[in-house]
T-cell receptor, first 112, second 114 residues
Framework: DAKTTQPTSMDCAEGRAANLPCNHS???????VYWYRQIHSQGPQYIIH???NNETNEMASLIITEDRKSSTLILPHATLRDTAVYYCIVRVAHFGNEKLTFGTGTRLTIIP | DVKVTQSSRYLVKRTGEKVFLECVQDMDHENMFWYRQDPGLGLRLIYF???????EKGDIPEGYSVSREKKERFSLILESASTNQTSMYLC?????????????FGQGTRLTVV
């Protein structure tokens, strides 16, 4: 699996857009970018994923650069409940005899 | 809703005890994973299984073993618990599919070894 690099921590004001970057410069052509988040004392929760096109769902938007070497997760109007650790991982299209590895993620703090 | 259930939320065990952490999923997923989470170290993969009776080592398998006798159940075993195995343990499952798939996590078991 390709390795990802994320900032250790970030702050964002409540109501503003939170932009979380992720570098995955060694990503392969068949690997997807996935984002998960982990709220304190809970298991990680899936947010969104994409291959090369930008994606949006009810939780967030995912912007992937044209060369696919980096991406940004956008929470458009951050609330206090968005305070969490956010993980960016890259995976092939299906699981099967393959690791699913996470790094240390970005600790996002939403400030009132 | 997909549910991944870990048998205990909190567990306290003594050094040298044999400890079983149980994980059950109800969505017929082929793949199951065990992680431990420690401050500053993120989620680290201990073992995973892609089928019944199949297991693969993750990044930190030392001191652990696993069992997958049934598709829905994946057990993590600490043969002789030590204090450095005090941690949060998380189980996850996911299907094998041609389409992209997400992993689903349990709530975690906070194990303290005294």
């Amino acid at each position: 699996d390709a390795k990802t690099t994320q900032p250790t921590s970030m702050d964002c004001a409540e109501g503003r857009a939170a932009n979380l970057p992720c570098n995955h410069s060694t990503i392969s052509g068949n690997e997807y970018v996935y984002w998960y988040r982990q709220i304190h004392s809970q298991g990680p929760q899936y947010i969104i994923h994409g291959l090369k096109n930008n994606e949006t769902n009810e939780m967030a938007s995912l912007i992937i650069t044209e060369d696919r070497k980096s991406s940004t997760l956008i929470l458009p109007h951050a609330t206090l409940r968005d305070t969490a650790v956010y993980y960016c991982i890259v995976r092939v299209a299906h699981f099967g005899n393959e690791k699913l590895t996470f790094g240390t993620g970005t600790r996002l703090t939403i400030i009132p | 809703d997909v549910k991944v259930t870990q048998s205990s939320r909190y567990l306290v065990k003594r050094t040298g005890e044999k400890v079983f952490l149980e994980c059950v999923q109800d969505m017929d997923h082929e793949n199951m994973f065990w992680y431990r989470q420690d401050p500053g170290l993120g989620l680290r993969l201990i073992y995973f299984s892609y089928d019944v009776k199949m297991k693969e080592k993750g990044d930190i398998p030392e001191g652990y073993s696993v069992s997958r006798e049934k598709k829905e159940r994946f057990s993590l075993i600490l043969e002789s618990a030590s204090t450095n195995q005090t941690s949060m343990y998380l189980c996850a499952s996911s299907p094998t599919a041609r389409q992209t798939t997400e992993a689903f996590f349990g709530q975690g078991t906070r194990l303290t070894v005294v």
